[in-house]
């Protein structure tokens, strides 16, 4: 059977050109529910175009349409993959390829095969990524728009790879089958998608193909049958070829063009694009004011659209907002701290520097709505003033750019910057081996020079603005949200010897005023500890977890949840109870690229993010506040993985904490037993903030020799308030 593509979005729902589904009827069809949800998902409303799909699957279900309900499950699968929902996802995928295969759809077979190499590809399998589209390509024999598809995405895989020769094979299969496609959207989108690889490969340097060429006939074709999207897309791809060419009139006239037929349209998607595109080019002509201005668009425009975004890049298999929207705000902060060397007046120097803080701050904002894809995650307080912070608080704001870090740095008295000669590539590869090398609890290796390298790029360059401060407020960034800053070494000792950490996600996400003057009673009043010992789901036993919560309790009176009792359930009849403003889950926690996926061990089952959400919520609303302090001693984030460290912080800011206590990656079971009551026996006597207080528990590690190695102690950070 033919099918259908399109290819506007990530990897394509798969569009009929047959007449296999049921013809229209007064109540719609599968097949008028699948053209629907695809001309929402290609206009960027996936909230729609998910209704539609899983409407169009009840409905095929109801009629036993087998190729309905396998091609809905393919479009639906699809979505997902878009959303980086990728355990959905694969799920989908895979009910939709066991229906294909039962029932011999080779399209509905194909093109899933094309979304498992997308979903692979973006969870880091780059071999199994080629094997499945290879496998794509293979059974999309006769039909060639899929077959098109196959072999551009194949292509696209062998660039990332380093794979030129192999590149280029799978291009020139692309163009072969490309020249069997008839139906002229179809064969406009793939040319599209062509085009864009094309364009790829140039700026790679890969292979000198007649881009430009290319282009304008992807153009023509546009204008033919009057599709206004792809008009505007051709035009901003021929603006970044003469961009990258050096041809700036050229490249100016037609990003121009493209920006008109966007506004035009209305399409905010593309619409900041090209406005961020303009903002390069007046950059690069040394126009950095115009410049400015045409970021600042750029933000306006993808402030209106960005959770209607995909979540996942079929290109890269990165995360789209990172990918494409992070540098732009990146580049205005960049652009605004320039701005603040040239000038001489130092009010106007403030002035500009705080405007880069706040281009990163609404970066960040942005980027917690747009993990949790809810706009109200960030909207429950005003914008916090540096004047609300602690006096002897220093607040570091690391910018990472392609050439250099930036340290913007941040005191009562005033706010400065540090341009530190350290490209992304490197920071990001020595980040990444730091922590992997804390996961392995290798006490043989050497784990000082990675330290006193991050140490001399992050904090060397600032020590003069820390003095005695205490603490030091870390935003973190990217990668940066991975690190346990901790256990940075200046050939002396560790950071941590020197003063406390806490890391914040945003000053915006962060509540500074104390709980007494919010009303809240000045201390805590009561606390939940739950736990689970035993071996549960396939995670090992913790048996320190029973002597870690009994130790507490001597600080704090308590109700228990452990091991069997520990149960969701149980713990929703505590909270109607009564609340708690502490709340500690002595379980195993995992967070992920994906809150969908994020989760606390439970006897029952899991607590999902939602659902800990709502805890916290309640638990707070029972106290007439907020929760002050969540604790989660066995959790877990992947190195390298800054999405899933950002659902980490979410769990503070979403459902209102305070504070969150947390390891970033499975710590030792009696560490962790000993750490955790030396820290609330600091808090419990109140003379100390949390910071302080886990930096005492800390150093009562250190100096032990059985758990002096930061492996131990270093995982745990604070998150939020520090008081």
Not at 11 to 29: D, G, N
Not at 76 to 93: I, K, N, P, Q
Not at 363 to 368: N, Q, R, S
Request: charged share 25%; hydrophobic share 45%.
């Amino acid at each position: 059977m033919a099918g259908r593509i399109g290819v506007r979005g990530l990897v394509l729902p798969l569009m009929l050109l047959t007449s296999s589904l049921a013809p229209a009827l007064a109540e719609e069809t599968p097949a008028e529910l699948l053209q629907r949800g695809s001309a929402s998902q290609a206009a960027g409303h996936l909230d729609a175009a998910a209704e539609d799909y899983k409407a169009a699957l009840s409905q095929a279900g109801q009629q036993s349409d087998p190729h309905a309900t396998a091609t809905a499950l393919l479009d639906l699968g699809s979505l997902r993959v878009l959303r980086g929902e990728r355990d959905m996802a694969f799920r989908t995928l895979d009910d939709a390829l066991k229906m294909a295969r039962q029932n011999q759809f080779r399209d509905v077979e194909s093109g899933t095969l094309v979304n498992r190499a997308v979903l692979l590809a973006s969870a880091g399998r780059p071999k199994a990524a080629t094997q499945t589209i290879e496998e794509a390509f293979s059974r999309a024999d006769g039909l060639p728009e899929l077959r098109t598809l196959a072999a551009l995405y194949a292509s696209r895989l062998a660039v990332k790879e380093g794979k030129a020769a192999e590149s280029e094979r799978w291009l020139e299969e692309a163009r072969q089958s490309l020249e069997s496609v008839h139906a002229p959207e179809a064969r406009g989108d793939l040319m599209l998608k062509r085009a864009r690889l094309e364009l790829d490969r140039f700026v790679a340097g890969v292979h000198q193909a007649d881009v430009l060429g290319l282009l304008e006939a992807v153009f023509e074709a546009a204008v033919a049958r009057g599709d206004i999207r792809s008009q505007s897309y051709a035009l901003g791809y021929l603006g970044e070829f003469q961009e990258r060419s050096g041809h700036w009139p050229e490249a100016f006239a037609a990003t121009r063009r493209a920006l008109l037929l966007a506004q035009g349209e209305d399409l905010a998607d593309l619409a900041y694009q090209w406005y961020w595109q303009l903002g390069r080019l007046e950059r690069a002509t040394g126009h950095p004011e115009r410049a400015i201005e045409r970021y600042r668009d750029a933000i306006a425009a993808v402030q209106a659209i960005r959770l209607d975004m995909p979540v996942v890049d079929a290109i890269s298999g990165e995360p789209v907002f990172r990918r494409r929207v992070g540098p732009v705000f990146s580049g205005l902060a960049d652009l605004l701290l320039q701005a603040s060397d040239a000038t001489s007046d130092p009010v106007q120097r403030q002035a500009l520097l705080r405007a880069a803080r706040d281009a990163i701050e609404s970066f960040k904002a942005a980027e917690m709505e747009d993990y949790f894809r809810n706009r109200c995650v960030t909207g429950s307080g005003d914008s916090v003033s540096l004047d609300t912070v602690a006096e002897n608080a220093v607040v570091l704001y690391p910018i990472i750019l392609d050439d250099r870090l930036e340290l913007l740095i941040s005191t009562r008295a005033e706010l400065r910057h540090v341009s530190v000669p350290v490209a992304a590539a490197d920071l990001r590869r020595e980040v990444t081996n730091f922590r992997r090398r804390l996961e392995d609890y290798d006490l043989s290796a050497d784990i000082v020079s990675p330290a006193r390298h991050l140490y001399d790029w992050l904090i060397r360059p600032i020590e003069a603005d820390l003095g005695e401060r205490s603490p030091l407020v870390f935003v973190p960034d990217d990668v940066l949200r991975t690190l346990p800053l901790a256990a940075l070494h200046d050939g002396q000792g560790w950071l941590i010897q020197r003063l406390a950490v806490v890391v914040v996600p945003g000053l915006r996400l962060t509540e500074f005023t104390s709980a007494a003057a919010e009303g809240d009673s000045p201390g805590p009043t009561g606390m939940l500890l739950a736990g689970l010992s035993q071996s549960q789901s396939g995670f090992p036993a913790l048996p320190g977890v029973e002597k870690e919560l009994v130790e507490i309790r001597h600080y704090f009176p308590a109700e228990d949840a452990l091991n069997d009792s520990f149960t969701r359930d149980r713990i929703d009849h505590l909270i109607t109870q009564g609340g708690f403003s502490l709340m500690h889950f002595a379980s195993h926690a995992v967070f992920s690229g994906d809150p969908a996926t994020s989760f606390i061990l439970t006897h029952d089952g899991r607590i999902t993010m939602a659902e800990l959400e709502q805890f916290i919520r309640e638990s707070g609303g029972k106290k007439g506040g907020k929760v002050d302090l969540l604790t989660l001693s066995a959790c877990e984030t992947a190195a390298g993985n800054d999405r899933a460290a950002l659902g980490l912080a979410g769990a503070a800011v979403k459902g209102g904490a305070r504070s969150v206590v947390s390891s970033l990656w499975p710590i030792s079971d009696a560490a962790a037993s000993t750490l955790l009551p030396t820290f609330y026996a600091a808090l419990s006597r109140g003379q100390k903030s949390k910071a302080e207080a886990l930096r005492q528990a800390q150093l009562a590690l250190i100096n032990r020799p059985d758990y002096q190695h930061p492996s131990f102690w270093s995982p745990f950070i604070l998150i939020g308030r520090w008081q």
